[in-house]
């Protein structure tokens, strides 16, 4: 599991479940400020755990926590169909398409601007 630090937990939820088509894990409420909110792009894959910000510095790194580099992965079987589908969700791609020898692949960003490459392996 790797930890995406977020603004609001509903936001992020609604963006990663509706928007990028993420499941829900969990949501758990462990105090009136804090709970434990679990998204996946699978069931079988990894874990994003949603963690709210608590103080300037945590707001801070929203959208950088990779330092403005690509840091997470989102495979798919049907890259035309996940593209079309997150164009048609006005999800920010900051590139085209692109062949590379391990397949066919595009880096968009999130609702929080981290990057993030969609991938359909060869």
Known sequence: MVTI???????GIKHYVQDLGFALIEDTELSP?????????????AKI?????TNDQQRLS??????GRVGFFLYTTNFEETYKK??????????????ESFGQVVVFKDKYGNKWDLIERK
């Not at 997150?86 to 062949?99: C, D, G, L, V």
Request: glycine residues 6%; charged residues 30%; negative net charge.
């Open 5 to 11: 630090v977020v603004d609001d937990y509903d936001v």
């Open 33 to 45: 400020d804090k709970r434990w909110v679990v998204v996946a792009p699978s069931n079988d894959g």
């Open 49 to 53: 755990l949603l963690a709210k910000a």
């Open 62 to 67: 929203i959208g950088n926590s990779t330092g």
């Open 86 to 99: 997150y164009k048609s969700r006005e999800i920010e791609f900051i590139e085209n398409p692109r062949q």
